[in-house]
DNA sequence: TTGTAAGCGTTATCAA
DNA sequence: TTGATAACGCTTACAA
């Protein structure tokens, strides 16, 4: 059997509550006991049961990162960060993926009362959630990466993420004013409501205000049956595009990697970049750059967005409060893959 | 305050354990009952409290994922698949990075009576441990992707990983029946104990095999103050090499991520690949396929590393009884990278 | 089939 | 400053 609080008092002549006093910090403790205990802590090695605990104390500090769809680069990036914010402050770090699909809400309100969580981080996902089922999210909560949930006057909350209308459009332009006019975009899924439709959105405007007409057949939507977001999606979309013989001479692909692919697939089919097709993708990952040729994005501010949000998030933990959310700006990094003098 | 199984029972007229009989599907309950049961559940919400469960009963199903250094493209996708295992088996996911330099056998020994775990896993990480420290390891535990942890004749464990020595020795061998015989290694960290280590032993005995002089300075061992395995290590020795005028032909890098760096440091010298080097990886990342041109690597069977660990960890949990591990075969893809025929 | 009650390992309250 | 003890929410003998 595991050593106990119990072993320890017996071991040390002292009641349990002492153990307790000494291994939380109380201040009414005998510094000499104190040394004892924790010195018969060392040599048992005993380490307190979590779950007791819990089950006792009002503040489990555990709080859980929900990562909605396939994780990729981007995302991990932004969880090991946060990680390690939650590492710093003490709390437990719980990570969580939920499928494309489900219902990243209900799954926190659940994990809420199952783990006694304090707070919740919600990475990606839809951003349009009912009232009812945010009023049943009891703890306080950020969205980092999509900028909020919609109706939530009633709930402790923040969010922190690009403006990603803006920065699609920022990037929109760019191309325009490299000359180019037939822009293909590597858009989101048919019917997203979330970042990837605020990026289509971004773009759509910034061909309007450049009097660029909008041709339909450059909009090019993620294909189904493959993951959302990847390498694969990107290549496959475009090879497809390419197969048509569509007339276009840049690509905006809405995430780095789906540039990626894009890429990919426009070298197989014996083309250069940038030469005969401009790529610029969207997120600012490392592999950007070490692509070849590199290739220009928007970099998301990675770790501004992580500190920040669990800045908020313990902020509303301790006041109860909501706090202001941040709109982060991104960069537009040029790049050889837009740029043949780079 | 919460919902719980005493509300539930209030609300049925029942008592706790019938609530809780309803809950943990025991047999001997009236159906009638238990409807009514699940019903006001419904109706409450109610979620089970965790912490008072694994107080409680002796299996706390929680296994815990122990990554060691920084996590990866190649760790991620593993750490994916073994999540959606554990799920599927109903036991809670736990997922910790630990540093570089911390041990993680400590770690997890910790965490074992804090959070009662059920079974380890380990990713990455140093092979041998002292045998006083491994016997402080009460739950089964398996390590992927290293072979094993050395003394744990007393341990319930198994492991789970590719012959990195061999594999190493195959890819080495196919570079020299490619021609080349001054093959750079863009090799471990100096004094590196683990896989790394093994990598390196593979292409020295490759080299002796063939008769090729081994040359140290071939040798570029990976840069401190820079993350381990990432893009940036490979790029940052390899520019290092090129300007030392390094005389090679082709390079090896024991980790995809190196060859990218390294790739991206060699089209910025202005040379070619494979005509003026040619570049080899390991591991089998996605990102080989869609890099420009396409790497020749080692590519690591994720999916069967992920299943068959949980599988055997899952047969430990049950029978307490160590199990057989599995050293699987990598297979060598061959690349534009290395082929200009490709 | 159901209810009663003990106990899991802690922390917190109160009394000493 | 310390100790005894109730309680946290649940599972599980055992009794009914």
Chains 1, 2 share one sequence.
Do not use: W
């Not at 000494?22 to 040599?43: G, L």
């Not at 990243?104 to 707070?119: M, S």
């Amino acid at each position: 059997m595991e050593v106990t609080i119990k072993d320890v008092a017996r071991r040390c002549n002292v009641a349990v509550s002492t153990v307790s006093r000494a291994i939380n910090n109380h201040p009414d403790i005998n510094p000499q006991t104190k040394a004892e205990i924790m010195q018969a802590i060392e040599e048992l090695n005993y380490v307190p049961n979590n779950s007791a605990r819990n089950l006792k104390r009002s503040d489990n500090k555990t709080i859980a990162v929900l990562v909605k769809g396939i994780s990729n680069q981007f995302f991990n990036k932004l969880v090991t960060e946060i990680e390690k914010e939650i590492r710093t402050k003490k709390y437990t770090f719980f990570l969580q993926h939920v499928d494309e699909h489900a219902n990243e809400v209900d799954i926190a309100v659940a994990l809420t009362k199952e783990k006694r969580l304090r707070g919740i981080v919600f990475l990606g996902g839809y951003e349009y959630h009912t009232k009812e089922s945010l009023s049943q999210l009891t703890v306080p909560f950020v969205t980092c990466t999509t900028s909020d949930f919609g109706n939530n006057e009633e709930c402790v909350c923040s969010s922190y993420a690009v403006d990603d209308y803006k920065e699609s459009y920022k990037m929109t332009e760019y191309l325009i004013r490299q000359g180019h006019k037939r822009i293909v975009l590597l858009g989101p899924m048919e019917h997203d409501e979330s970042i990837g439709r605020r990026r289509l959105e971004g773009y759509q405007a910034a061909l309007k205000d450049n009097h660029i007409d909008l041709d339909e057949k450059l909009i090019r939507y993620m294909a189904k049956n493959v993951v959302t977001y990847s390498m694969r999606n990107g290549y496959v979309v475009m090879q497809e595009a390419l197969k048509e013989k569509l007339d276009f001479t840049a690509v905006f692909a809405i995430s780095d990697l789906l540039a990626i692919g894009a890429c990919k697939a426009i070298f197989e089919a014996g083309k250069k970049i940038p030469e005969d097709y401009a790529v610029a993708g969207f997120d600012g990952i490392d592999e950007t750059f070490y692509y070849e040729p590199s290739i220009t994005t928007i970099r998301q501010p990675i770790k501004e967005l992580a500190t920040s949000s669990m800045q908020a998030l313990f902020r509303m933990i301790k006041s109860k409060e909501s706090v202001p959310g941040i709109i982060f700006a991104g960069e537009l990094i040029e790049r050889a893959s837009t740029n043949p003098n780079l």
